[in-house]
């Protein structure tokens, strides 16, 4: 580690490089002042010149959607685990294949595990500007986004193409598809079918972990939020956890796999022998495998902070759960 930099692994709220024209439904009116940040790698980006600011594959992506007060993020499905927590802002998440098969809202720290396999949008419905960040299972985040049909219309109305290699181009410029190239394809009714539609109460309590009552748990230890004994079980090839300011001393950190640290609330002062730097709500901070580090809270009131480390298991689907 003699040539180790903290600084290559750190990403400051304040610097996130964001891109307008990351998906195809950036001219879609409703979805046009969004913005999407890429953090640690690619993530599923439809727009090659999106800035990354870790290249450093982890076995996941870590990424986060900013949008202005009532600004949609367009119906679309994963091939691999989603996961979003709220930064700052009241949002709602809506799915099914027309986006009316159930709903949640999610405010400050609310986590969602959401199921891959069903189409998902999302909505900022407060007055001001929010974040959330996600986390993608896989390093090339299972090869891209699945769109519902009407967004691959509704865009082609707007300028915007999609090639069948996942590569926007913007007709209003004087970019045209390439000969080589085709259009991609809308999904087809028997490829819809295989889309289900799912009702909110046999979601919610399965895929959704509210701020408070996981603050509330972490009276004595980290929360297992996401994982094989987590408060939402799944494998998707990572696990998240949660600590507050009242674990935070009880907790050796040390693991032999890449950890990343993401605060919620407060200032999160992270030491090691190597390095000593204090984090922020929003920052995002990539700690290398095999390193021992201390967290602590640099003043006294209520914080939190999401940590996410990859795990043996396969990227791929999540663990549906029903019932």
């Known amino acids: ?47 090659p010149d999106q800035h990354v600011h870790i290249n450093i594959p982890h076995g996941f992506n870590i990424g986060a959607a900013g949008q202005p007060p ?25 799915w ?6 159930g709903e949640v809202i999610l405010e400050k720290g609310d986590i969602f595990n959401i199921p891959t396999g069903i189409f998902r949008g999302f909505e900022n419905i407060g007055e ?42 913007d007709t209003k410029i004087g970019q045209n598809l390439p000969h080589n190239e085709k259009e991609m394809a809308a999904l087809t009714k028997k490829e819809l079918s295989q889309f289900p539609e799912i009702e909110a109460s046999e979601i919610t309590p399965f895929y959704v972990a509210r701020y408070l009552d996981l603050y509330s748990l972490s009276k004595r230890n980290f929360v297992s939020v996401i ?23 009880k907790i050796k950190n040390f693991s032999d796999r890449d950890t990343v640290l993401m605060p919620v609330e407060g200032c999160w002062n992270i030491e090691s022998e190597i390095f000593n730097l204090t984090l922020n709500p929003g920052d995002t901070l990539s700690v290398p495998k095999n390193i021992n580090f201390n967290l602590k809270t640099t003043k ?15 990227a791929g689907l999540t663990h549906l759960r029903t019932s």
């Open 1 to 47: 580690m003699s040539n180790f930099n903290i600084q290559d692994r750190l990403v400051r709220f304040g610097e996130l490089v964001p891109c307008k024209t990351a998906f195809i439904d950036a001219h879609t009116p409703g979805s046009n002042l969004k913005e999407n940040f890429t953090i640690i790698g690619a993530g599923v980006s439809e727009n």
């Open 70 to 94: 009532k600004c949609n993020n367009s119906l679309h499905s994963h091939r691999t685990a989603e996961v979003f927590f709220v930064l700052f802002g009241k949002w709602r998440f809506f």
């Open 96 to 101: 099914g294949i027309n986006g009316d098969a």
């Open 128 to 169: 001001t500007y929010g974040m959330l960040m996600a986390v993608l299972g896989g390093n090339d985040a299972g090869g891209g986004v699945i769109w519902a049909p009407k967004v691959l219309n509704d865009a082609k109305q707007h300028g915007l193409i999609l090639s069948e290699k996942g590569k926007i181009y």
């Open 227 to 249: 994982g094989e004994h987590g408060v939402i079980y799944d494998k998707p090839g990572f696990e998240v956890n949660f600590i507050s300011e009242k674990c935070a001393n």
């Open 300 to 314: 006294p009131y209520m914080s939190s902070i999401y940590q996410v480390i990859p795990t043996d298991d396969p």
